[in-house]
């Protein structure tokens, strides 16, 4: 179907600062996506809160493509700020992220699935395709891996991990709902005050002081009330709220035991997640100041996976380096000291940070491919800092001047010269150190 020098799959965080920042890198780009729109987790999931952790004056980001998605949603009236940061209004971000990739000319490619890739020797040559088209191939000098599930790598024949389901982060199918009287929830949730330490992880004093938009004490009445199995895991994260009364997003449903990579695995998370919406939408109404007269307005357009495949890379970020101000000779990025998920919840209210290695990228046992987002290598403490939206977009931008930088000089992306990624990132707006 296609030649290109820098092919990104996955159109997410991750994909979509790939594809942005290799063609600001100078390399003719193209962006495949599965979907009907670029985002991710952000448009299928309607999870706008980008950067929702940065309640404090010290808290340092990396800068970049992350923060330029929040700058062009406010510039657009597409978001709500909120602190120090803005919430994303999904929506919008279909549109948002279609001008950036056209502005950037990127080539995009939506409807359309990796199903496979070409190899020669451990070297990718590019990959097969399925859409309405039929099966093609695309042919490309680098190839970023952006599934979040890496696809590619695992199709490539490299090396990674996934946990026993059972042990991976719970799936969600995100709901949204109008006609939410907010002067009485707000009431509510003003009296009822939730703090990140109330989640039930790992966390320390500091958590304590930091407000959340968790509830419970709905899904509680509900399940006493035998309206809903008490075996079933809810609890909800609002993340923003519109002048139109509309709660764009709640985050209530977590079910565990569901292996993201496994189709019917998948198929029964969806099925099982909608069930879920409707037991606790009747909670809401019922049990929630403020949600008597809401409706259902949207779900999800598909499952929200948190963990699935992780690469093995060249480097294995661990959970000591990310709680412990890693710095690295390849930087291509930081991300402050803010962890959530599998069992930990750490806010970075402290401008504590570590850096994020260029190898963690770099999958073994195969060239000319890169990942980024919420696949690059580590282990599952280190996930709950890299799976974060804005870390997806610095692995993202990383692997992406890379690409960039390795075609220009004529080497393999394993061989690249990483002070001169730096410098292309640094002209880019990223901070490195
Ligand atoms: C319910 C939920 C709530 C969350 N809340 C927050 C939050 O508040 N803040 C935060 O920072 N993070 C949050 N996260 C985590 C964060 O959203 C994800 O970790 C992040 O989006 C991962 O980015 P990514 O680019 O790696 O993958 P994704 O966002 O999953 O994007 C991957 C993209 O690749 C596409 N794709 C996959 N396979 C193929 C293929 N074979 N061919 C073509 N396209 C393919 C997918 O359709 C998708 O668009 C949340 C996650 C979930 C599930």
């Known amino acids: 179907m296609a030649e290109t020098e820098v092919l990104v799959v996955g159109g997410g965080p991750g994909g979509l600062s790939a594809a942005l920042a290799a063609a600001r890198a100078g390399a003719k780009t193209t962006l495949v996506e599965r979907h009907g729109c670029f985002g991710g987790v952000i448009t299928q999931s309607m999870v706008g809160t980008i950067a929702w952790y940065r309640t404090r004056e010290a808290t340092v980001d990396a800068g970049g493509i992350g923060v330029e998605f929040e700058q062009r949603a406010k510039a657009m009236g597409a978001s709500l700020e909120v602190n120090r940061y803005q919430v994303l209004d999904t929506e919008v971000f279909k549109f948002i992220a279609d001008r950036m ?5 990127v080539v995009p490619l939506l409807h359309c699935q990796t199903v496979g890739v070409i190899l020669e020797g451990r070297t990718l040559r590019g990959v097969i395709t399925e859409s309405k088209s039929g099966r093609q191939a695309i042919l490309a000098e680098r190839v970023i891996d952006a599934t979040g599930d890496a696809d590619l790598t695992h199709r490539a024949g490299a090396p990674f991990r996934i946990g026993p389901k059972q042990e991976l982060e719970g799936v969600t199918v995100n709901f949204g709902c109008s006609g939410v009287d907010l002067a009485r929830f707000i009431e509510y949730v003003l ?10 992880d790992e966390s320390g004093e500091k958590e304590k002081a930091e407000f959340s938009t968790y509830l419970v004490e709905p899904f ?29 997003n709640l985050n209530a449903i977590h079910m565990s035991g569901f292996d993201a990579t496994d189709v019917r695995d998948l198929t029964r998370a969806e099925i099982e997640g909608r069930q879920q919406v409707m037991w606790a939408v009747a909670a ?6 403020g949600f008597e007269q809401a409706r259902l307005r949207t779900i999800g357009a598909s499952l929200g996976v948190r963990e699935s495949r992780k690469i093995l890379g060249d480097y ?8 412990n101000e890693a710095r690295f000779e390849d930087s291509i990025g930081i991300f402050p000291e803010f962890l959530d998920s599998n069992g930990i919840a750490v806010m970075p209210s402290t401008g504590r940070y570590f850096q994020v290695p ?4 770099l ?19 280190s996930h709950a800092a890299t799976r974060q939206m804005m870390c997806c977009t610095v692995t993202g931008q990383g692997a992406g001047v890379a690409a960039a930088v390795s075609i220009e000089d004529g080497v393999t992306c394993r061989d690249v010269a990483v002070p001169r990624v730096q410098a292309a990132l640094r002209r880019q707006g990223v901070r490195i150190e």
Not at 191 to 200: I, Q
Not at 284 to 289: H, I, Q, S, W
Not at 358 to 361: A, D, G, L, Q, V
Not at 363 to 379: F, K
């Open 220 to 248: 509680d009445k509900a399940k006493a009330a035998g309206e809903i199995p008490r075996d079933v895991r809810m609890e909800s994260y609002w993340g923003s709220f519109t002048d139109a009364g509309e709660i764009p």
């Open 191 to 200: 009296k009822n005050p939730s703090s990140v330490a109330d989640w039930g």
């Open 358 to 361: 260029y190898r963690i990228t």
């Open 101 to 105: 990739v056209q502005e950037a000319g």
């Open 316 to 323: 294995h970020l661990t959970g000591h380096d990310v709680l």
């Open 284 to 289: 809401l109404k019922k049990y929630a100041p």
């Open 363 to 381: 999958p073994q046992n195969v060239e000319n491919l890169l990942v980024a987002g919420r696949c690059v290598a580590g282990d599952r403490i």
